[in-house]
């Protein structure tokens, strides 16, 4: 190895003592997260229930419902107190 090359390698040694760099926050949980959740509860969730947590419009939040579907999510609907109700079953 010539002096240039040694010179090189130790420029890219990471010094003695160096600290690590620090990991990135965790990112917060996502709205399509927190809906995933509450579909995932034994009782589902309601569209009121999605529109109130996420902020989003009734068909907004059906959107989600069909994009899950299309991930391989399964949703069922089931009433709850004369209200539709979803829920993830299982997902693939």
Do not use: F
């Amino acid at each position: 190895m010539t002096t240039q090359t040694k010179n090189k390698a130790q420029d890219k040694a990471p010094a003695a003592g160096a600290a690590k760099p620090e990991k990135p926050a965790p990112r917060s949980a996502s709205k399509i997260d927190q809906v995933i959740t509450m579909l995932g509860r034994k009782q589902g969730a309601t569209l009121a229930e999605m529109t109130d947590v996420t902020g989003w419009q009734p068909h907004s939040a059906r959107a989600v419902l069909t994009g899950l579907r299309k991930k391989g999510h399964t949703i069922v609907k089931s009433k709850r107190d004369d209200v539709t109700c979803y829920r993830i079953t299982a997902a693939e």
